[in-house]
C-alpha cells in the first residue's frame, strides 16, 4: 500500500484554492445571470412561476451558457480574476446572442411571453453555441 500522506498534503494546500475559485465562479455566474434577466425586455421568473415553458427554456440556455465557459476557465484558471473578467465576456456574448435571435425572428420577448416554445428553443441552442465556442477559445 502507497502513502497517502502526500495527497492529504496536496488535498490540504489546494482545498482553499479550489473552493475560492468556486465560489468566485458562483458569484460570477449568479451575477452575470442576475445582470441578464435584468437586461431581458420580460420577467422570465413570473413567466416561469405562470407555467411557460418557453420562459424557462430560455432561461435555462442563458444558465446553461453562462456557466459552460466559466466551466473551461476555471480549469485553466491563474487566479480569481480569470473567472471574473471571462465571466464579464461570457455576458456580453450571450447577451449578443439574445439580441442576434430577436434580430432573426423578430419580437423574440413576445415570442416568449406568448409561450413560443419553438423560438425560445431556437434561443437556448444558440446560447448553448456560443457557450461552445466561447468555452474552447476561453480553454486556448
Given at each position: 500500500?502507497?502513502?497517502?500522506?502526500?495527497?492529504?498534503?496536496?488535498?490540504?494546500?489546494?482545498?482553499?484554492?479550489?473552493?475560492?475559485?468556486?465560489?468566485?465562479?458562483t458569484i460570477v455566474w449568479l451575477a452575470a445571470l442576475a445582470l441578464y434577466?435584468?437586461?431581458?425586455?420580460?420577467?422570465?421568473?413570473?413567466?416561469?412561476?405562470?407555467?411557460?415553458?418557453?420562459?424557462?427554456?430560455?432561461?435555462?440556455?442563458?444558465?446553461?451558457?453562462?456557466?459552460?465557459?466559466?466551466?473551461?476557465?476555471?480549469?485553466?484558471?491563474?487566479?480569481?480574476?480569470?473567472?471574473?473578467?471571462?465571466?464579464?465576456?461570457?455576458?456580453?456574448?450571450?447577451?449578443?446572442?439574445?439580441?442576434?435571435?430577436?434580430?432573426?425572428?423578430?419580437?423574440?420577448?413576445?415570442?416568449?411571453?406568448?409561450?413560443?416554445?419553438?423560438?425560445?428553443?431556437?434561443?437556448?441552442?444558440?446560447?448553448?453555441?456560443?457557450?461552445?465556442?466561447?468555452?474552447?477559445?476561453?480553454?486556448?
Open positions: 500500500m502507497t502513502d497517502p500522506m502526500p495527497v492529504l498534503h496536496s488535498l490540504f494546500a489546494g482545498l482553499p484554492v479550489l473552493l475560492l475559485h468556486l465560489a468566485t465562479a434577466l435584468w437586461i431581458t425586455p420580460h420577467d422570465e421568473f413570473t413567466l416561469i412561476r405562470a407555467g411557460n415553458e418557453a420562459a424557462a427554456i430560455s432561461l435555462g440556455g442563458a444558465a446553461i451558457g453562462l456557466a459552460v465557459p466559466l466551466g473551461f476557465c476555471l480549469a485553466g484558471s491563474v487566479n480569481v480574476w480569470d473567472v471574473v473578467i471571462w465571466g464579464s465576456v461570457t455576458l456580453v456574448l450571450q447577451l449578443i446572442a439574445f439580441r442576434l435571435v430577436d434580430w432573426v425572428l423578430g419580437s423574440l420577448s413576445a415570442r416568449i411571453e406568448a409561450n413560443e416554445r419553438s423560438a425560445a428553443i431556437f434561443l437556448a441552442m444558440v446560447k448553448a453555441a456560443i457557450a461552445c465556442l466561447t468555452a474552447a477559445a476561453v480553454a486556448g
